[in-house]
């Protein structure tokens, strides 16, 4: 059963879930509050700076294929602030081509997950993260 936002701890880690897909969102999103952690979620990469402004997530989880920007474009901004540089931010893309996984590398994400894996596996890795 997923916890309703009464129910959620105040302190429990928050999580930033950015991808345009409603129903990635939703699974994943779900996953992760049944966890235990508090997820804001962004359907766009211009969203997600916006939440960034106000909110201060303990991890970001980004897709690459963004309808405004790309995903390694999110994660040079979110490194290039002063504010956000030091969130962990994990691509969780379709992707697989080795260039993507190293251009998200490259622009400073600390892990390069598929969406091939169960999101319970996203959550262990977070927890690594944490």
């Known amino acids: 059963m997923v916890p309703s936002r009464q129910e959620e701890r105040d302190d429990a880690p928050l999580i930033l879930l950015v991808d345009d897909y409603e129903d990635t969102r939703f699974l ?3 996953v992760m509050t049944s966890s235990g952690l508090r997820v804001l979620e962004a359907e766009t990469g211009g969203r997600a700076i916006e939440l960034l402004d106000s909110e201060a997530p303990d991890i970001v989880v980004t897709d ?7 995903g390694c474009e999110l994660i040079r901004r979110i ?3 002063e504010r956000t ?3 962990p931010v994990i691509v969780l893309s379709a992707h697989s081509a080795h260039v993507k996984k190293r251009e998200a590398l490259e622009a400073g994400c600390s892990l390069y997950v598929s969406k091939m894996h169960s999101p319970h596996y996203l959550v262990e890795q977070m927890r690594k993260l944490l």
Do not use: E, H, Q, V
């Open 28 to 30: 994943f999103g779900a």
């Open 64 to 70: 690459l294929a963004l309808p405004d920007m790309d």
């Open 79 to 81: 490194k290039a602030n």
């Open 85 to 87: 540089k030091s969130i």
